[in-house]
């Protein structure tokens, strides 16, 4: 900086300089030109008053006269002296002290009389800078008869120019001074202050310290650099975080799975493959907010979880385009390269009409599927038209896999959730070679529950097309067999968990899903403690209590949130002592609300919290705060960091990661978890509080149980479910899945030569 602030003085010292000088010259010689007319002039108005009366005296030969003449007029201003000649050049009248006879005077006056005409000079007399004006004199009849000279002191033309240059000097080095400052300044406020406070900025980054972002004015300028250096620094924190915690278990001699280690596992695995991922769900949406795009990520395990192994060997990731600005940040083959700030797969994008999404999102996939799988008494419901929609965009997404896998020979292809069941037969009829992996995220129902469904055919030999199904636990995967059995001409290896049918095997596994631990994540860490974090929330919320319950879900049918309710009715019941001290908080976020029956029950909650509400509630403290709408990742944080208990009664559900998220905010190791016996979870945390949530009465219990737990038993609980969900974090899940599928070998499942492991896969 002071390298630049010193080329930048020099060169607008020079500049301003020359500038100035180049004016300053022009400006006196201006001047100096206007003096010398000036004089000039007047001498022409000396010789023009003397001429007449000097003709007259010299025609007559008075020669007293014209002394006289010269003598009286010799004094004026700068006026050296006056001089009258004769034809012949002989001084015949001068001013005393002028010498008349000098040889630059003759010539000059001589030059005059001959050609009849003014001559004037400015030249040097001894040493002295005069002004000299020759007249010719005439007789009557136009003779030249003599003539007068007239010498001015011209030396006050230089003294006067001489003056000026001195003022515009001055003038240039006060300028000089004045812009150079001025410069300084700006370069002080605007440059050289803003990139050290954001030189600070990106130390505090660097080295992981807490870092307040320079000003909006601060980075004006500075603006691009600063919408690298953010990304760049979260890129390093997480490369750091990662590399702390792969030392930490280096010495902990732990096998704990991170994004690094699934990352390298799975590049190992697909050797020259590639890989494929397809979800109707984007990890990346682009969406309009006033006159700009925002890009955001949904809030979802998945994206965790995949994203690095796309990352690491850049993948093709294909989802439906649902954001109102997707089509506009795609190329013409509808790819973008993500992650925005660091872009390492391609993410491709699937167009669907309103009327496709309303039959197989809405329609078929969360009115047919959805109710169809889950165990909650809402009434599936079936439409041909839905059923039609539901194939075609399957169809859709296996002519866009199609083309983005290209000439790949041996291509990895993975597929999420019920949406896609038709697509792994779609698939494999055309790329046989390729390994394909289902992984279905909820529960599948029993053969007679499935039986009720008009397209059960179809949807079985869809998903058999897969190479591997996954479920998160063993029991889904009986009920799937037990379907197929049932429904589908086929062979089912109970041995190895395998389906055979038309000469092809699918092998059915358990991988039960799970989340990123917030002690790997640099922006979840807390300095605040439990206390701390329920003091914030209940001032936020305007409410006045001791003991927090909190329950997360979207809201849905499925997750008991109206059961968890008139438990806490219930608890209050049978437990007065806890009213006025108990609150329970339930984030409800707002979902599929395109469809009737979620729209239904979300009244349905309302009521029910309104109604308890409205039974207890005094002062500044109610049972109930129903919070009906998304919460960012963040927020969730602290709820669940602050709350005595999470409680989780869902009437069926495939895993449930809020009762995981709960377990790993707690850093702690304290609060109690209630948890359905009906979610996978449920299979996998036994040192939860299980609860049937439709046993209101049984679930207002554990509430109690809970509160009164001693805490040292809180802590021992906590610790070990902790462990297990480090353990099986996300990350696992995905080598898990990954692995098992990149080690079947095609078409030899069920002749008990699958490398897949018959329980649970577990990576190592
Ligand atoms: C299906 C299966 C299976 C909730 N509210 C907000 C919010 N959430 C997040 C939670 C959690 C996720 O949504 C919900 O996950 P769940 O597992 O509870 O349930 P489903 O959405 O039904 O998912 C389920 C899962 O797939 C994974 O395989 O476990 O059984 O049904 O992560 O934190 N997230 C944000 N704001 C909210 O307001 N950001």
Redesign the pocket.
Known sequence: MRILSWRLILALTIGLSLVSLASSWYEIRAQRNALRRDLDSKAETVSDNLAATAEFYLANGNHDGLQKLVELSGKRDHLVGLGIYGRDDSALALTPGLNGSLPVLTQLLKNAMQDNRDISIFTELRFKRVHLLAAPLQANNKTVIGALLVVHDSGYIDTETFRIWGHLFLRMAIQVLVIVTITLLIIRWSLTGPVARVAVWMRALRTGQDAVPPSATDLDFLLPLAREVGPLAESMQRARSAAETEAGLRNANESQWTAQRLADHVRNRLGKSNLFVVSNREPYIHARRDNTVAVTVP????VTALEPILCACNGTWIAHGSGDADAETVDAHDHLKVPPEDPRYTLRRVWLSREQEEGYYYGFANEGLWPLCHIAHTRPIFRASDWEHYYAVNRKFADALIQEIGSEENPVVLIQ?YHFALLPRMLKDRIPNARVAI?W???WPTPEAFEICPWQRELLDGLLGADLIGF?VRAHCNNFLNTVDRILESRVDWEHFSVKRNNHFTSVLPFP?S?ELPCDIPEARSNLSAQEERSLLFAELGIEATFLGIG???V?Y??GIIERFQAVESFLERYPGYQGKFTFIQ???P?RTHIKRYADFQSEVEAEANRINARFRYGRWKPIVFLN?????H??EHYYRAAHICM?T?LH???????K?YIAARQDEHGVLILSRF???ARELHDAIIVNPYDVSATGESIAEALKMDPSEIVERMRRMRRSVKEHNIYWWAASLIGALCELRLDSIGDAKSTAPERVLVVK
């Open positions: 809030a979802s395990g998945l959730d992984f995220h909820i529960p998160h899903i989340v997360i879900d979207r849905d499925t997750k984030i409800g976020a979902s709408r998304q919460h960012d990742r927020q969730l989780v869902s559900d495939g895993m449930n990661l809020v009762a998220e979610t996978g979870a």
